[in-house]
């Protein structure tokens, strides 16, 4: 193991998320399927109060084109300029799970390296396409900041999410911009970056840093996970490359009517003014998270998405009780460089947090 001062790189085997390492295919839906389907959904990152009306009465009327096969050029055009870009740096993707699985399918790469803790599907993509992966470590410490000289230098694809999910960490832009490399891929995931007021430290639309590779999902802000819409961001040889790995039609015609109209005027003021309340909501969730400290609890601070995430003693077993009380968090331990004692919790309305708040001062002082 190479070991870097703030963060660390783990390599080799012991990286491998093998029997007894995190799950890296677990993610917050799971917390509420089957008996956690009438559970208060505080561990999914998706707005609660979408999709709007005049959003699902859109895409209503696109079905009315079903017969027809998907023709994703306004779409492309659209998020095009939305962002500023000519359409060849745009690639409209089933989600941007889907983005992962062509970056790791499609480049030709000697050393990927995943900065962790993160979203886990962009390793869990690699490693099924055969590559192995080191992980650099952010450190609680630090409290999760990016320290670029932690990459190694020969590293020839990063990724990394801004902000990261579950840290709810917003890295500098410049920070993020110094992990690039000519040779190297930069692959910035900013699935919750419209969820910041100002989209502060966004690299979406920059064309000006070498490798840029930059991921958005409309289903988070949207309410749309179950029709799985997102796209990248990046050089047109880039574009093209993935381009080549994808299926045919890779986006339904619901999904197209959806981004066109996500990325209009109209929907972007709606989004600006989500991320301003969803800032206040969460100021609202920590506050009452602060009354918790003497039993422990502590909060990554600042949070910037829409999910903060905690450290709390016994905190699987404070998970379980607040399942029996109906609400559903997010565990952390399926996220490399985290542990049991983490929970991540989405950002809800306030009447949703003081319920919330009531239940886990039930849950926390339960048995250890």
């Known amino acids: 193991m190479d070991t870097h001062t703030p963060t660390h790189t783990e390599t080799g085997p012991g990286a491998a998320a093998g029997p007894g390492g995190p799950d890296l295919r677990h993610h917050g839906d799971a917390e509420v399927r089957d008996d956690g389907s009438a559970l208060v959904d505080l561990a999914v990152n998706v707005r609660a109060d979408t999709p709007p009306a005049w959003l699902r009465e859109h895409i209503a009327a696109s079905l009315g084109s079903l017969a027809t096969y998907p023709d994703g050029r306004a779409a492309r055009a659209a998020v095009a300029a939305r962002h500023g ?10 989600g941007a799970a889907e983005a992962f699985v062509l970056l790791a399918r499609a480049l030709k790469v000697r050393r990927p390296v995943v900065v962790h803790p993160q979203f886990t599907e962009p390793e869990a993509a690699l490693r099924d396409a055969g590559h ?24 020839d694809l990063v990724v990394i999410g801004n902000p990261t999910n579950p840290t709810s960490v917003l890295h500098p832009a410049a920070v993020v911009t110094g992990l690039a490399r000519p040779g ?20 979406a639309g920059r064309t000006d840093v070498p490798g840029l590779v930059v991921l958005r999902s409309l289903t988070k802000t949207w309410g749309l996970a179950g029709l799985r819409i997102g796209y990248v961001l990046a050089a047109p040889e880039t574009i093209a490359d993935l381009e080549r790995a994808q299926p045919l039609w890779p986006v339904s015609t619901p999904a197209l009517a959806a981004a066109e109209a996500c990325v209009a005027p109209r929907a972007l003021a709606e989004a600006a003014h989500a991320a301003h309340r969803t800032a206040a909501d969460r100021a609202h969730l920590v506050a009452g998270l602060a009354g918790f400290t003497d039993a422990g609890l502590r909060v990554v601070a600042p949070a910037e998405g829409p999910f903060v995430l905690l450290r709390l003693p016994h905190a699987a077993a404070v998970r379980h009780r607040l399942r029996g009380l109906g609400y559903a968090v997010r565990r952390g331990d399926t996220f490399p460089g985290l542990g049991e004692e983490w929970l991540r919790l989405a950002v809800r309305d306030r009447a949703t947090t003081d319920g919330f708040l009531e239940a886990l001062g039930r849950a926390a002082t339960g048995p250890a």
């Open 184 to 203: 190297r891929t930069l692959v910035v995931d900013e699935a919750f970056l419209d969820a910041v007021p100002g989209e502060r430290e966004a690299l």
């Open 132 to 155: 192995t992966v080191d992980r650099v470590l952010l450190r609680e410490a630090d409290g999760f900041r990016l320290d670029p000289a932690a990459v190694p230098e020969d590293a």
């Open 85 to 94: 870009l000519p359409v060849e740096r745009v690639l409209l993707t089933a």
